[in-house]
């Protein structure tokens, strides 16, 4: 039976019928496409736009961002995960590339199943965790917007707050220095009028009792009551 996407991947001697290289077709057929071509070409073709039906509560599950997609294992049991443990096991996984891929294709021909299929259940997959990156990254960049504008009216609030405290502190000590210049004043006035009264009465007395010098403040009562 003839395998036209096989042969599209795989160069197959034809007396043997053996694969004997990665190369698409032969040196004697200019213009074949290669294998990377054909891939992209399969891929380009798949329309699988993803569209998640459901939320995804656990963004590190992509089993649950597959089936948010709607992308379920087909009834004949092949995905692109198949595939890979297909090429990991211990039966050709040490075996050349050329071996490994010639098994793999006809395994699914065998199943009756088309590589196109397992192509676009690639794409399908990979366009699903591209888009809920987008989604996610478009989630981020909005919670970054919101959060910065949070952050620059508390930090105007901030800045309000504290010029306000900062104007209370500056009112207290511009009353405390109010205070001590009109006490230091009233010192002034209270020295001349001491010295006036102990004039008055130094005439009369050996020892003046009238004080013109700081007024010495009495102990408080906690000092007196630890001497």
Known sequence: MSKKWYNLFVSVDPVTGEPVSGRSGSQDEPGAPSAAQTIAELAAAVDVSPKFRQPVSNPSSFDEIYAAAEISVPAH????????????????????????????????????????????????????????????????????????????????????????????????NDEIAKERERMQTWRLQKQQEEQRIADAVAPFVSENPVTTGPAVAPASPDKKAGQ
């Open 77 to 172: 049991g092949f995905t692109i995960y198949k595939i890979a443990d297909m090429l990991k096991s211990e039966h050709i996984r040490t075996l050349p590339v050329e071996i490994k891929r010639s098994s793999v294709l006809l395994a699914l021909d065998a199943a009756g199943v088309g590589l196109q299929d397992i192509i676009q259940d690639a794409v399908r997959r990979d366009r699903a965790l591209d888009t809920f990156e987008t989604v996610q990254q478009r989630a981020l960049e909005q919670l970054e917007a919101r959060t910065a504008e949070d952050n620059r009216k508390l930090q105007e609030e901030a800045d309000r707050v504290l010029n306000e405290l900062r104007a209370k502190v500056q009112a207290n």
